[in-house]
């Protein structure tokens, strides 16, 4: 099956979108992720077995329930509020069910190791600034790490956001990793779009695209100016080789321009 770098999914009549799955054109991502439109009192079950599953909460307003706990969480939008997300491992079962209108992502991989369940909050995962300053302040960016390899050891996944300022750049200096990623867009406005490249692969990113960053990969991106831009960034581990912030490789081309003045 070829292999894809981008993605447009659409939402089924059943309120599902899927990015990428274990067999689909995606599969080197090695994880199965999806996206659900909720409607109010509408209720949804997860359970897996041999995965490990992360529930975030983009938008509205949710009831959690797992094991023996109960906990509600709301987000007006990911541009406003910080993330919700609630991780289990194999054979937990996590129940959702919407209070109101909501949208949720689901990220699942392979993993049997047992690991206590956590709802992350908001203040588990605050926002920071980087770059600020730096290459002419045009990649000046908000970045929240919601679980990597030091904060959940025994996970297979990591979860995070970035959140684009109108018109700058994130992933940058252009970089790599050993470590397949997915990259999942948002948008402040309908119309609003930017550029979303992998190597010397460019695409149009809109709102609810994606990109499956391959190994070893260059993977920068744009807002488009006026444009306020969401990630959702997702890696999944390599057996022996977690991803880990000294993994991430900065091109050698373009390391001059740490120290260039603009």
Sequence with gaps: MEKKLFGYPQFDENGEEILTTYDNEYSEMMMDVRVYRMKEDEERTFFREGEETAILLLEGKVV??????EEEAFRRDVFTDGPYALHVCTGTKAIVK??????????????D????????????????????????????????????????PSSNMVLGEVLNDRGNWSGYLPHRHPQPELYYFKFDRPEGFGASFIDDHVFKSVDN?????????????????????YTCWMIRHLDGNPWLQTTRNEDERYLWLHEQEF
């Design 64 to 69: 959690y329930r797992w094991e023996d706990r």
């Design 98 to 111: 919407a209070l109101s209108e909501a949208e949720i992502l689901v990220q699942c991989t392979k993993n």
């Design 113 to 152: 190791t047992v690991f206590e369940a956590k709802l992350y909050k908001p203040e588990d995962a605050p926002w920071g600034y980087s770059c600020v300053g730096k290459f002419g302040n045009v990649a000046k960016r908000r970045v929240n790490t919601i679980f990597d390899k030091q904060i959940a």
């Design 209 to 229: 695209s994606f990109s499956a960053i391959t190994p070893e990969a260059l993977h920068p991106q744009s807002a488009a100016p006026g444009f306020q831009m």
